[in-house]
């Protein structure tokens, strides 16, 4: 039987400002990523978000990212690694007082946006991250895109790693994500999306946007919840997976 995990990033509301569907997504999915109040979220979306997982009994993951409300953390900031470091511990040590005073607790730990995709091709930027998790907790997951710098950090400091694939972008030959700014970045078409994430669990390989096959490892699948059809996306992958006799849940051994 093959395990795959579904995350999403959630609680990324914040004021008078909504975003997503968590209630309803949170039925179809095994991971939560809550933002922590840097790029997006607050106290009370935190505290909701981590609520609600909870009720739903999905693992909740600490999103930390650029404090750049404006640009939603998809913006590079240029931050020393001593920096990166301490605003990811801060913003894990927000969720996890969340969490503790809801009775439940942070399993792993997924960086946002421009941070993600730095942390994925910058070795110094990755060290910071990975040692700021492993400092913080040694026991939690972190995720990170399938054979970046990231996962190999996590690794060289002794953490769980949990190799991320997305189901609505596109791949470079070097196995990074096409940049948003590209016309070609994203997958709007929700059936190619989904063939392409079946071939990826079972065959281990996707093809890049010069028609290359590229090796790929997926333990944990991303659906963006602030794209306007994620919750139908989410319904639609769950079906097809199963369909495909691969089962919805933890792909890795958590803490």
Same mark, same amino acid.
């Given at each position: 039987?093959?395990?795959?995990?579904?995350?999403?990033?959630?609680?990324?509301? *914040?004021?008078? *400002?909504?975003?997503?569907?968590?209630?309803?997504?949170?039925?179809?999915?095994?991971? @939560?990523?809550? !933002?922590?109040? $840097?790029?997006?979220?607050?106290?009370?979306?935190?505290?909701? %978000?981590? #609520?609600?997982?909870?009720?739903?009994?999905?693992?909740?993951?600490?999103?930390?990212?650029? +404090?750049?409300?404006?640009?939603?953390?998809?913006?590079?900031?240029?931050?020393?690694?001593?920096?990166? $470091?301490?605003? %990811?511990? $801060?913003?894990?040590?927000?969720?996890?007082? !969340?969490?503790?005073?809801?009775?439940?607790?942070?399993? /792993?730990? #997924?960086? /946002? &946006? @421009?941070?993600?995709?730095?942390?994925?091709?910058?070795?110094?930027?990755?060290?910071?991250?990975?040692?700021?998790?492993?400092?913080?907790?040694?026991?939690?997951?972190?995720?990170?895109?399938?054979?970046?710098?990231?996962? #190999? @950090?996590?690794? =060289?400091?002794?953490?769980?790693?949990?190799?991320?694939?997305?189901?609505?972008? %596109? $791949?470079? +030959?070097?196995?990074?994500?096409?940049?948003?700014? /590209?016309?070609?970045?994203?997958?709007?078409?929700? =059936?190619?999306?989904?063939?392409?994430?079946?071939?990826?669990?079972?065959? &281990?390989?996707? =093809?890049?946007?010069?028609?290359?096959d590229i090796e790929i490892k997926a333990d944990t699948i991303c659906i963006h &919840?602030?794209?306007?059809?994620?919750?139908?996306?989410?319904? #639609?992958?769950?079906? @097809?997976?199963?369909? =495909?006799?691969?089962?919805?849940?933890? &792909?890795?051994?958590?803490?």
């Amino acid at each position: 039987m093959l395990f795959v995990d579904l995350n999403c990033d959630l609680g990324e509301s *914040f004021g008078l *400002f909504k975003i997503g569907n968590d209630s309803e997504v949170l039925k179809h999915i095994t991971s @939560a990523n809550i !933002a922590c109040g $840097y790029h997006a979220g607050d106290h009370n979306v935190m505290m909701e %978000t981590v #609520k609600m997982a909870e009720a739903h009994g999905v693992r909740i993951g600490a999103h930390p990212g650029f +404090p750049d409300l404006h640009g939603f953390g998809r913006r590079e900031m240029k931050l020393s690694a001593e920096e990166i $470091y301490n605003l %990811t511990v $801060y913003q894990i040590g927000a969720l996890s007082a !969340a969490t503790k005073a809801c009775g439940t607790k942070v399993v /792993h730990v #997924k960086p /946002h &946006g @421009a941070l993600y995709n730095m942390a994925a091709k910058d070795k110094s930027i990755a060290d910071a991250v990975a040692c700021a998790v492993a400092d913080v907790n040694p026991a939690l997951v972190l995720f990170g895109l399938a054979g970046s710098s990231l996962v #190999k @950090a996590g690794k =060289e400091h002794g953490l769980q790693v949990a190799e991320e694939v997305f189901a609505d972008r %596109t $791949y470079q +030959p070097d196995g990074s994500l096409t940049p948003r700014s /590209h016309t070609n970045a994203i997958i709007h078409d929700p =059936e190619i999306a989904i063939n392409r994430v079946i071939r990826m669990v079972r065959e &281990g390989r996707v =093809e890049a946007v010069d028609g290359t096959d590229i090796e790929i490892k997926a333990d944990t699948i991303c659906i963006h &919840g602030d794209e306007p059809r994620a919750l139908d996306f989410a319904v #639609k992958l769950n079906e @097809a997976l199963k369909a =495909e006799g691969i089962e919805v849940g933890r &792909g890795w051994d958590s803490p």
